[in-house]
């Protein structure tokens, strides 16, 4: 080779090293993840007769499975513990759910416990502990009780309809929505996507009235209810990581009753989907973990074998507890 030509090949050479060099970050500044994540699951009282004979407490199959799609596991989490029970499980879960059924929101042990929980996570997430909260439903009233210290809800009946969510300006900006596609985004607001199983909510007059509702959450969506009040159907903490939806996003892919409106729909099965990976997603971002193996392994929900229940409810399967 000659000099002219090394010389050529070392100048080359450098080039690459050096834009390599600016194409590479000098720090990685990643926050930490939890692959193994736990979602706690709240166990809903059993108010049908015909299923006390079952248990005292029940979760419905497809919550279980829904949150396992996204990536997690499931912990049932019982009624009938103490406080300082409550309080270790905390330490060792990373996100909750508080799912939809029927239940006084202010008095029934679903609610106190639900005051537990909602406690430990403002606090936890002030001290920059993150832990997430999801609330279906039911679940979502619940959030707002919370929240408010009052229940608020009014008559907003939407039973077994489905319907496309009017997704507000922040709805279009929240931690909830900013990365769905741009076709399931423009979906969900003209296809019946979402499952409303519902008689009461929270009114946008109440929702914008109430300082404590409006300063906590950001709202997402609006449905309008069948007696015609226009109702909050999607909202998230703006300073914290809770969730709340009036619809089902699990009946998506996992309930099947021909008799009930679950969406089933290319998009719909997208949506709940994306929803269950968001969530999850929340949950990796918390770092509590169980110090023992075996004592992990037989909080999961696999130690529990779900009952079918199709020929009396409209759900497939439910746990019992």
């Known amino acids: 080779m000659s000099n002219t030509n090394f010389s050529v090949f070392l100048c080359l050479f450098f080039?690459?090293?050096?834009?390599?060099?600016?194409?590479?970050?000098?720090?990685?500044?990643?926050?930490?993840?939890?692959?193994?994540?736990?979602?706690?699951?709240?166990?809903?009282?059993?108010?049908?007769?015909?299923?006390?004979?079952?248990?005292?407490?029940?979760?419905?199959?497809?919550?279980?499975?829904?949150?396992?799609?996204?990536?997690?596991?499931?912990?049932?989490?019982?009624l009938n513990l103490t406080t300082a029970e409550y309080e270790d499980i905390f330490k060792k879960i990373n996100g909750l759910i508080f799912i939809g059924g029927a239940a006084d929101l202010e008095t029934s042990d679903f609610a106190k416990v639900a005051k537990i929980f909602?406690?430990?996570?403002?606090?936890?997430?002030?001290?920059?502990?993150?832990?997430?909260?999801?609330?279906?439903?039911?679940?979502?009233?619940?959030?707002?009780?919370?929240?408010?210290?009052?229940?608020?809800?009014?008559?907003?009946?939407?039973?077994?309809?489905?319907?496309?969510?009017?997704?507000?300006?922040?709805?279009?900006?929240?931690?909830?929505f900013k990365d769905f596609p741009d076709e399931l985004m423009k979906a969900l607001t003209q296809e019946p996507l979402t499952g409303n199983f519902h008689r009461y909510g929270i009114t946008v007059k109440t929702f914008q009235e109430n300082e404590k509702l409006h300063s906590f959450f950001s709202m997402l969506s609006t449905n309008v209810a069948e007696n015609g009040a226009h109702f909050v159907s999607t909202i998230e903490g703006k300073s914290y990581p809770f969730y709340g939806v009036?619809?089902?996003?699990?009946?998506?892919?996992?309930?099947?009753?021909?008799k009930l409106n679950f969406p089933h729909s290319?998009?719909?099965?997208?949506?709940?989907?994306?929803?269950?990976?968001?969530?999850?997603?929340?949950?990796?971002?918390?770092?509590?973990?169980?110090?023992?193996?075996?004592?992990?392994?037989?909080?999961?929900?696999?130690?529990?074998?779900?009952?079918?229940?199709?020929?009396?409810?409209?759900?497939?399967?439910?746990?019992f507890f």
């Open 15 to 78: 080039v690459c090293c050096l834009c390599c060099s600016e194409a590479m970050p000098t720090t990685v500044n990643e926050e930490p993840v939890n692959d193994r994540p736990i979602i706690g699951v709240l166990t809903q009282i059993v108010s049908d007769e015909i299923l006390k004979p079952f248990g005292r407490t029940f979760i419905p199959s497809s919550y279980v499975k829904y949150l396992e799609s996204g990536g997690s596991r499931v912990m049932p989490i019982r």
């Open 118 to 176: 909602y406690g430990l996570a403002l606090k936890a997430n002030d001290e920059g502990d993150f832990f997430p909260i999801w609330g279906t439903c039911m679940g979502m009233q619940l959030l707002t009780v919370l929240v408010a210290g009052e229940n608020l809800l009014e008559s907003t009946t939407a039973e077994n309809v489905a319907m496309p969510l009017n997704l507000t300006t922040e709805g279009h900006s929240s931690r909830m």
């Open 246 to 258: 009036q619809w089902h996003p699990e009946v998506n892919r996992f309930q099947w009753d021909r």
């Open 266 to 319: 290319r998009h719909a099965v997208q949506l709940s989907s994306l929803l269950a990976e968001f969530f999850v997603n929340e949950g990796r971002r918390s770092l509590h973990q169980f110090d023992n193996p075996e004592e992990e392994a037989s909080s999961l929900i696999y130690s529990y074998t779900p009952i079918y229940a199709g020929n009396i409810t409209g759900y497939q399967q439910l746990y």
